[in-house]
Nanobody
Framework: QVQLVESWGGLVQPGGSLRLSCAAS????????IGWFRQAPGKEREGISC????????YYTESVKGRFIISRDNAKNTVFLQMNSLKPEDTAVYYC?????????????WGQGTQVTVSS
């Protein structure tokens, strides 16, 4: 059974950091492109970062570039999203997703999401 589970969301003050994890079971993560998406209340889900399966190249949307880092630990079959210098506008439910081809809006597999709240 293919499953993705996100962990380590939470409440953090502005300027703080969180490290989200996305653990896979039922398949090998390094054979898939892995994307991180987020959805804030009243807004559409947006793709914020991606790591490719082929060469490990990474992508970041402009609003998180320089603050977020996506990485992969193949031994743990887990992808991480290190989030630094968090802002209130980063508040959202964060999802990881996997696809055999590439990162796009309709990824094949999705996690259940983890809430990130940035507030003082």
């Amino acid at each position: 059974q293919v499953q993705l589970v996100e962990s380590w969301g939470g409440l953090v003050q502005p300027g703080g950091s969180l490290r989200l994890s996305c653990a896979a079971s039922g398949f090998t993560l390094d054979r898939y492109a892995i994307g991180w998406f987020r959805q804030a209340p009243g807004k559409e889900r947006e793709g914020i970062s991606c790591i490719s399966s082929s060469d490990g190249s990474t992508y970041y949307t402009e609003s998180v570039k320089g603050r977020f880092i996506i990485s992969r630990d193949n031994a743990k079959n887990t992808v991480f999203l290190q989030m630094n210098s968090l802002k209130p506008e980063d508040t959202a439910v964060y999802y990881c997703a996997a696809d055999a081809a590439s990162c796009h809006r309709r990824m094949a597999y999705w996690g259940q999401g983890t809430q990130v709240t940035v507030s003082s």
